[in-house]
Every structure is written in C-alpha cells, then in structure tokens.
C-alpha cells in the first residue's frame, strides 16, 4: 500500500514506477523468486494496482523488459563516415545494453522457457513499432554519400554487426572491448558492404 503522506501516483507515472520495480526484482531475485506481492511492497503499493494492469506473473516480466529495453534509446551517430558510425552505434549499444544482458541471459532459461516466447518477440514488442533502425538510418546516408552500393545490402547484412553485438554479449555476459566492435565493422561488416578498393580500415581515409 502506499506510506502515508506519499505523493499519489496516477497514470505513466504510476505504471513507470511498477515496471522500474518490477525490473528491480527481477535483478534481485530473477523469474523464479518473482512475485507479485514482493513488487508491490517495493514500490509502495498493493497487489490490486498490479492486477488491474496486468493478469499474472509473466504479463508483468514481459511487460517489464520491454520497458527496460525501452529505457536507454540510443542516439544515431552522424560522424559523416560509415564506418565511424558504425563504431560508434556500436559503442554506444554495447554500453547501454550491455548492462541487461545479465539478467536477460537468465530470464532465457526461465521465462522464456516457461512462456514458450523468445527475445526476438521481446524485442518487437518493444521495438517493432519503429519505421526505421540505427542501422537503416547509417546505411541510408552511406548510400547518399556513395560509400556503399544499396545492391549489396541484403536484410541480413543489414543487422549483422547489430545481430553480432548481440550474440557477443550474450556469450559473455558483459559489453564488447573496443578491440571486439573494430574486428565486427572491419573484419565483417564493411566487407560485405563495400566493393573492393572502397573498404576504409583503420586509420584508412574516409573520402569517396
């Protein structure tokens, strides 16, 4: 219930303040020792408020990582280079997303199992809704600049060093080493892109 004199909470607010717990507990006790009850004392309200927004258990964990995932959105690079921002999309994505993967690589083997859903239907929860990705965004101004031919670029290779982050992170449970987001833009992505003599390496000069 709520502590007397707190501040009621109503709306986004209240909904954002549920999810932030829920995510909490989940840290704390992953999927098997989530309840409820131990959601509602951390964020200072009843079960009641829960059930009126969600039916049970898993609604809430899938509602709560896909809040998660939504938390950190990261901003699109414009270095004015394709590989530069790649890089960076990269760097940033790792740092930000790298901090779930602990908890997410654990919910793999319980609420994914339990639920018969995978992340992949996480992630459109939480992401289908976009017209576009970092990805397309960096791959259509590379296209405008002439960096890359548009001929060349297959869905698959479109999110491959995205895809390659992921599988990475999940590997190893922490963010890629600057060292693992070079060998992805330079060793595997840039060459499926780019024809042969338009590949910039490192330190390799960026005009077209």
């Known amino acids: 219930m709520n502590l007397p004199g707190a501040r009621r ?48 258990k898993d609604e809430l964990v899938g509602a709560a990582i896909v809040h998660e995932l939504g938390r950190d959105r990261v901003t699109v690079p414009d270095t004015g280079s394709l590989r530069e921002d790649t890089l960076e999309l990269l760097r940033r994505a790792s740092e930000t997303r790298g901090r779930l ?27 289908g809704g976009r017209a576009r990705t970092a990805m397309d965004e960096i791959i259509e101004r590379a296209v405008a600049r002439g960096e890359i031919d548009p001929g060349r670029v297959s869905p698959r290779v479109r999110t491959v060093a995205i895809d390659l982050m992921r599988h990475h992170m999940f590997l190893t449970f922490k963010p890629l080493s600057e060292a693992d987001i070079i060998g ?18 490192p330190g390799a000069s960026t005009t077209t």
């Open 9 to 56: 909470r109503r709306g986004k607010e209240l909904e954002d303040a549920l999810l932030d717990a829920a995510w909490q507990q989940l840290e704390q006790d992953g999927y098997a020792g989530f309840t409820l009850e131990a959601v509602a004392e951390r964020a200072g309200t009843s079960r009641p408020v829960l059930y009126r927004r969600w039916a049970g």
């Open 101 to 127: 993967v602990p908890v997410l690589s654990v919910l793999i083997g319980s609420y994914f199992s339990a639920t018969g859903t995978t992340f992949a239907d996480v992630q459109e929860r939480a992401f």
């Open 184 to 201: 992805i833009v330079d060793e595997i992505f840039l060459p499926l892109v780019r024809t042969t003599g338009n590949l910039d390496g």
